[in-house]
């Protein structure tokens, strides 16, 4: 199953988005296309799900200068356990 066809299932679910830090280190989605990496202090620019990997490290470096308003949401449950905190 894609990302996307994941996030469609959550989105189903009426996902909630939370604002401030999330649990831990990693990829979060931060709406039902997008996904940004939070390093334990930053966000990094978004990725989207359509992004090949080499776009989503430069991505992934990137710290986005607007952090306030970045709003995360739980990981979806099918997503490996090793991902899900």
């Known amino acids: ?3 996307r066809e ?3 299932i959550d989105t189903a679910k009426e996902v909630k988005y ?3 830090p ?3 280190i990693g990829w979060w989605p931060t709406s039902p296309l997008v996904l940004r990496w939070w390093d334990g202090e930053n966000w990094s620019w ?3 799900d359509s992004d ?3 776009w989503a490290k430069y991505y992934s470096a990137k710290i986005d200068l607007n952090q306030e ?3 995360w949401a739980k990981r ?3 997503w490996p356990e090793r991902s899900r905190t």
Request: a positive charge.
């Open 6 to 8: 994941a996030m469609a």
């Open 69 to 71: 308003n970045i709003c």
């Open 46 to 48: 978004p990725c989207m």
């Open 22 to 24: 999330p649990p831990s």
């Open 76 to 78: 979806p449950a099918n």
């Open 18 to 20: 939370k604002s401030g």
């Open 52 to 54: 090949n990997v080499h």
């Open 1 to 3: 199953m894609s990302f």
